[in-house]
């Protein structure tokens, strides 16, 4: 509530004494909403939100709630300013309010989000209208899970193209509400590219102090890419594309085996065997960089995806331990290129997924040691 010894007065009427009906206060503004002047009108709207997000949260009944809704989203087509004033209402009473009315859901998202157009507002008025969205999902989704595909397709264009640091981890924590909560059907891919655009995250941080950071980013995103099983294929294909694209820093790599990793933990392990030999590719690519030392993500990728195969079958572990021998023989026996023992880990973190492969493992690797103690390859 603002200091001014109006508004003060304002809501001792209206709160504290109850001499002041929310009613009248609103029909003595009403000539003002009214006037030929845009100042005036914009002036009076914003004094009206202020005086509403001073309201305590139980004050309003549900039927002030609806009401003041109604006219609120009425407004959302008014000039910039106006409608920014709405914006900051809307937020408020529905985060807000105590006492919701009835089936507010849906003309509130059709109105905000289905008929508006979130990306054409300043980051202040998106975050306010992510809260709203965000609120409706923790607490309404029961409400919004009817409207099924046609909710997802309105998140889809609601995000579309959101970059701003602030935004994003709202949109990556909805972003796995939506695809665990409603049917995805043939808009599946359209949701995954949503997220997939800003993999790897790409973020220099601003400021030490701020609560935004490059690892709550990627952790975010991470999450949304693994968050349905329909996503599986889409993932590994964007994997792929991550590890053979020369444009990607070494930490970006490092950032796909890390996605790897996760997502041979969580997808259905059938789902990685079409794309075992660029995966293992990848892994040896940011596994065996001569620069720099074997990163702590490369094991966990390689381990995810040998468990991953081992619980598939015989078959499918039989198929990656020969070709994790076939790609990491010549770093063990070329020992002048200094990647012996780091191949020979990669080999070890396989080994550990069962007998099978450690059987097919070791049968190669204990030849190959004998040959490197005796001097034998050239």
């Known amino acids: 509530m603002s200091t001014t010894s109006g508004d003060s007065d304002l809501y001792q009427r209206l709160v504290v004494d109850r001499s002041l009906a929310l009613s009248d206060y609103l029909e003595l503004k ?14 009076t709207l914003s004094e009206i939100v202020d005086t509403v997000c001073s309201l305590p949260g139980d004050f309003l009944t549900r039927e002030q709630v609806a009401l003041l ?27 807000n309010s105590q006492n919701h009315p009835e089936g507010f859901e849906k003309p509130l998202l059709q109105i905000m989000f289905i008929d508006g157009n979130v990306q054409g507002w300043d980051v202040e008025k998106r975050v306010l209208q992510y ?15 009817p409207l099924g ?11 579309g193209g959101e ?7 709202m949109v990556f924590r909805m972003f796995v509400i939506v695809a665990r909560s409603f049917p995805l059907g043939p808009l599946v891919e359209d949701l995954f590219e949503v997220i997939a655009c800003y993999f790897p995250i790409e973020f220099k941080q601003a400021s030490t102090d701020s609560p935004i950071t490059k690892q709550l980013l990627a952790e975010g995103c991470m999450k949304c890419l693994v968050a349905h099983p329909d996503f599986a294929p889409f993932c590994y294909m964007l994997i792929e594309e991550k590890f053979t694209d020369d444009d990607c820093t070494p930490e970006q790599k490092e950032d796909t085996c890390e996605l790897l990793a996760e997502a041979a933990s969580v997808f259905p392990p059938e789902e990685i065997v079409d794309h075992l030999e660029s995966m293992l590719g990848g892994v040896r690519i940011v596994g065996l960089n001569p620069k720099g030392s074997l990163p702590d993500c490369v094991p966990r990728a390689l381990s995810a995806v040998t468990n991953a195969l081992n619980s598939a ?3 499918a572990v039989v198929k990656l331990g020969s070709q994790l021998i076939e790609n990491l023989e010549p770093f063990v026996l070329q020992a002048e290129m200094g990647l012996t023992e780091r191949a020979l880990a990669l080999l070890r973190c396989a080994a550990q997924a069962g007998p099978a492969i450690r ?13 490197l103690v005796q001097g034998t390859w050239m």
């Open 149 to 159: 595909s046609n909710f997802v397709l309105m998140f889809i264009k609601t995000m």
């Open 163 to 169: 970059r701003h640091p602030r935004c994003l981890p």
């Open 30 to 43: 009403k000539p003002l909403l009214f006037s030929q002047s845009d100042d005036v009108r914009e002036a």
């Open 313 to 315: 079958g015989s078959e």
């Open 131 to 145: 809260n709203v969205l965000e609120w409706l999902l923790l607490y309404r989704l029961q409400e919004l899970k």
């Open 69 to 95: 809704l109604d006219f609120l989203l009425g407004r959302l087509e008014s000039s910039p300013v106006a409608a920014s004033h709405a914006v900051r209402g809307i937020h408020h009473l529905v985060t």
């Open 359 to 371: 059987s097919q493992i070791y049968d190669h690797v204990t030849p190959w040691i004998l040959m």
